[in-house]
Structures are given as C-alpha cells and as structure tokens.
C-alpha cells in the first residue's frame, strides 16, 4: 500500500485497510468527502437509537437498523442473523437492500455455525472481514458465483452481544473493494451493540409476555373467584369465576371502589361490597352468603399482594364455593342429631337398669357378676358421654350452642371442675389436685355450664393419658388483662409433629390411640370452639413422656370479656344426664 504522508494542522486519524483478516495501521489526511461520510454515520447512528425508543417489534427494529446504516455508508446490503433453534445454523432474521428470495432461502437451508464470515463470527464472537471476498482464498469456490451475481466485495461480519454470549450476527456488504476505518468500525460495533440490546429486550419481552398470558390463563381457568384491590381498594382485577359467582361483569367493577354508596346502584353490587368489607387481616378466612336465585355460601380468603421488595402493593379476595360442603355437612350433622337424640333415651334407661344391679335391689350379686355389670356400666357412660360430645359439635357446627353469660368467680368454677372429676381420677389412679390462689381473682364474664364442659374435657384429657401414680394439676396466673388457666399432666405427652393437629375434631394422637381405644378425638376441638367464643384462647406446651400443659386464657378487661346477657342467669351446675 502507498504511504500515506502527515500534513501538519490538518486533522489526521488511523485507519485499518483489511487484506483478508489483517489490519494494518497507517495514516491519512481526514478529507471533506470523509467528514461528510462520518456526519452520515453519526446520523445513522442517532437513527438506530430512535428505533430502540419507538418500536416494539424487534423486526420492524432491526430492519430500521439496517437501513439507516446501510443509506449511510453507502452499503449494498445490511442483515442481521440469527440461530436456529438447535443453534447449530444461522439464517437471516432481517435485512437492507437484498432480494426477498436470498432471506427466505437463508430461513429453508440456513448456514452452518462456523461456515463463512457470519458463521465463524457467530461461532467465535470476534469481527470477520475482508475487504474483497470475491479475491479471498477462504471463499469457497463453490460460492465464488453466489458473491459476484449479488455483486457485492467489501464484507465484514460482527457477532451480537449480551456481555459474553452471542446472541446473533450481523453484516454490512459493500458494493466495491472496501478500506475498513477505525471510525467505520467504531460506529459499525455501536450499532451492533443497539441491535443486540434490542434482540435481547425482544427475547425478554416475548418471555415476559409468554408469562404473563400464561399466568392470566391460569388465573382465568381457576374454579375459584379472584378479585384484586390496589392499595386505594380500587378493583383492578375480577376473573370470570368472580363474575359467575357475583353475577356482575368485569366492566362494571373494575376501576371502581366497592363502598356502601356504589353497592346501592345494584344489589349485586352489594355483595361485592360486602364482601370487600368483611372484617379480615390477612390469610384470614370468612364466610359470605350470596342470596339470589342459588344461595350460594362463599368462603372468603384475603391474601396480600407484595412486590419483590416485600412492599405490599394490593389485596386479593379469594372466593371458594363451600355451598355442596356446607349442605354436606348439614346433613351429616342432621343425621348425628337425629341418631344422637334417638340413641340417648335407651341408654339412659340402660344407665338406670345397670345403676340398680349394682346397688343390688333386687338381690345380691356374685363378685363376678358384680364385676360385669360394672364394666358394662362403664362402656354404656362412655357410650352416653359420646353422644353428648356428638350432639355438643353438632350443635356447635349449626350456630345452636346458645351461651349464657355472666360475671362469674373462675375459682369457684374450677373447683366445682375437680369436684365433677374427682371420681373419675380416683379409679384412674391419678391424683388431682387444684392450687388455690393466695388473693382474690379479678371476675370472668362466661357461660358457666360451657366453661366448666371445656375445663371439664381438659381435666379428663389429662386423667385419661396420664398413667397410674401420676397427677393433673389446676393453677391459674394473671396477666395484664386477662387470667390464664393451667391444666398440666405428668401423662404421655404429645410429639411435636401431631401439636398442631391436636384440636381438630375427631384427631387423636398415635400415643393416645393405643393407651385409649375409645375415645372420640372431640373433647379438645369442644373445648377450644367454647374458649374462643368467651373471646379467649387455648394453646399447649408438650413434651412426650413428660406431660401435657394446656393454657386457657380469658379476658378480664370489660371491653373485651363477653357481655353478660341481661335478665337471664345461667345454670349453676351442668345439668345431670
């Protein structure tokens, strides 16, 4: 190559003048037609950019690209590649100045990675050029003919990156013999840098996307009715199983703040507002009756909404229909009622029949007859106190275990407590044991034959799993506030895997199963229902083999205790079967 003299004052630059796959640096005077030519390029440049702001469509985008580029420097063609799905081709994505047919050859029989100037630059991440491929040796023969019928010599191929991976290629075609410039190469490498970044944005938009109609299916195929509030409780999203629950279309809510004076437009829109207003924190659930054609009963979820710094940003409402489960468990309850009631009267009168064998009225009893009539006694209580607890969940699940409540001593309760299980503990061989308080003990407000039923089911939970020789023990402790009652064993305890599962109806312990074959696993769920309708608590600490303490807590503050119900006294004792 000729060299190139300096002339002083005059803007100078290096270039690179590519012989195949070679730079070589020399320098030359920087002449008007090449400021124009660089002014070209910058304006391509400033051109790419906007298609980044403006366009959605990577296509639309790359196209853009390559012709704002292609115009500017005067090239004969500009595309950008991209991998097959295998990744082990290319084919042309978009394109500048080439025949359709060329792009969708590319896309029948795309190119080997690795194979001509596009493949090696996808392949190896490093820029590929030659300032005429028509002259290279590296050109294929066989593709000598392609080059000169497209009429093109100058090429250089640069990969599309995201950091180090590779995501695409591109090429600028030039017409003649091309001298490659460090500035040409500078904007060339700017530009494949926006159209990396744009095929990127495009790969994580269309993945975005894909996400969100998935999910949005999901959500919309749910059995279950979903309906989101933003933080102004604003409806921003009902799904189709909300509108079929409700009755009402997603047009007529969202947007909207379901308040009293907006449900007053429909009664539809009453429901929705009701069931916005239900007294609820979060993962709480509660119940709502739809009153329409259908009574349909809803059971009501509240679930916050967090982005991913933890923020709440909404609610959701799940609503679940529980109509088929409720009339379900009617009818289940209906018929332990029914069985229950029927059930009782016989086995009174067999309680009566066996109580005057025993006092041996008609006639003394052998030992062993004496003895059998005993143990049928007991089967037939144990058999009595099933049904009651039977009747006691019915009831209970019904809404119709009516309390009474009044300002009450809690010692004197308890003590009655231990005077009612006294017996049972003597032929248990445990002793049992109430530890009186030194001072008086601030009233409770409680319904006195439900109360001493749920310390009565804990005194004979104790009894029952505590082995001979060892004790139950009742003691009560203050706190601001609120009275604790303490009912701890020295029994088999509970394993920490099964506490969480203790007051369920119907549970029972492994443990306890097989010390005590009959019992019902629904002492402890009546006792808890009771505690917390006195707007109390009940919770336990175990240990296996060491024994069980379960704590009922109650309030003592007159804005929280249970109003007593005026003009009526409770019973004072529970009533004998």
């Known amino acids: 190559m000729q ?50 702001a403006i366009e959605k469509r990577i296509d639309t985008i790359l196209e853009g690209i390559a012709k704002s580029v292609g115009q500017a420097i005067q090239a004969k063609y500009v595309n950008f590649w991209d991998f097959t799905p295998d990744k082990k081709n290319v084919y042309i994505r978009a394109a500048y100045g080439m025949q359709p047919q060329y792009i969708e050859h590319s896309k029948k029989d795309p190119l080997p990675l690795g194979s001509a100037w596009i493949g090696r630059a996808m392949q190896t991440g490093k820029v590929w ?4 491929v028509q002259k290279d040796p590296r050109l294929p023969s066989s593709w000598l003919p392609a080059a000169k019928k ?89 799904n189709p199983r909300a509108e079929e629950l409700l009755g009402l279309k997603t047009r007529d809510v969202v947007g909207k703040t379901p308040s009293q004076s907006f449900a007053k437009k429909d009664a539809r829109l009453k429901d929705l507002s009701a069931i916005h207003r239900l ?93 059998m009539v005993q143990k049928t006694f007991q089967t037939n209580e144990h058999l009595i106190t099933l049904i009651n607890d039977l009747l006691d969940v019915s009831r209970i699940e019904e809404g119709r275990l009516g309390y009474i409540y009044a300002l009450t001593d809690p010692v004197s309760l308890v003590k009655d407590v231990v005077a009612e299980s006294e017996e049972e503990a003597v032929r248990h061989g445990v002793t049992l044991s109430f530890v009186e308080p030194g001072h008086t003990l601030p009233q409770v407000s ?53 506490q969480a599962f203790i007051f369920n109806k119907f549970f029972r312990a492994k443990n306890a199963a097989v010390r005590e074959t009959e019992g019902s696993g629904l002492g402890l769920y009546i006792a808890k229902n009771i505690v917390e309708h006195h707007h109390g608590t009940i919770r336990l600490e175990s240990q296996e083999n060491v024994g069980t303490t379960f704590i009922i807590q109650l309030p003592t503050s007159p804005d929280k205790m249970p109003e007593p119900t005026a003009g009526k006294r409770p019973p004072q004792k529970a009533p004998a079967e």
Not at 463 to 472: A, D, L, Q, S
């Open 3 to 52: 060299k190139m003299t300096t002339v002083k004052k005059r803007k100078e630059y290096r270039t690179f003048s590519l012989t195949p796959g070679v730079f070589t640096d020399t320098k030359r005077v920087l002449t008007p037609a090449e400021q124009e030519r660089r002014r070209r390029l910058l304006s391509a440049l400033a051109r790419s950019s906007q298609f980044l």
């Open 129 to 132: 050029a030659t300032s005429n």
């Open 150 to 238: 497209q009429g093109y010599h100058g090429l250089v191929c640069m990969p599309l990156k995201i950091q180090d991976r590779t995501i695409g290629g591109m090429c600028i075609y030039y017409p003649k013999v091309h001298e490659f410039e460090p500035f040409e190469m500078t904007i060339a490498g700017i530009v494949a840098n926006q159209a990396a970044t744009a095929v990127e944005n495009s790969r994580i938009f269309d993945e975005l996307g894909a996400e969100r109609l998935k999910t949005l299916s999901i959500v919309r195929s749910l059995n279950d009715g979903l309906i989101m509030y933003d933080l102004a409780d604003t409806v921003i999203f009902f």
């Open 279 to 371: 007294p609820q924190a979060d993962y709480e659930n509660g119940e709502y009756v739809v009153e329409g054609t259908r009574r349909t009963i809803l059971l009501v979820t509240r679930i916050p909404v967090r982005d991913e710094a933890g923020m709440k940003i909404g609610s959701v409402q799940v609503l679940h229909d529980v109509t088929h489960e409720r009339e379900v468990e009617q009818l289940k309850s209906n018929f332990l009622t029914t069985a229950s009631h029927q059930l009782r009267t016989p086995l009174a009168g067999i309680k009566w029949a066996l109580e005057a064998l025993l006092r041996e009225e008609d006639g003394s009893l052998t030992a062993v007859q004496k003895e």
């Open 446 to 498: 409680v319904d006195q034959e439900k109360m001493r039923l749920a310390i009565g089911n804990l005194v004979d939970n104790g009894v029952r799993y505590t082995p001979k020789g060892g004790t139950v023990t009742l003691s009560f402790q203050e706190e601001e506030g609120a009275l604790l009652l303490a009912v701890r064993d020295t029994g088999i305890g509970i394993s920490p895997e099964e």
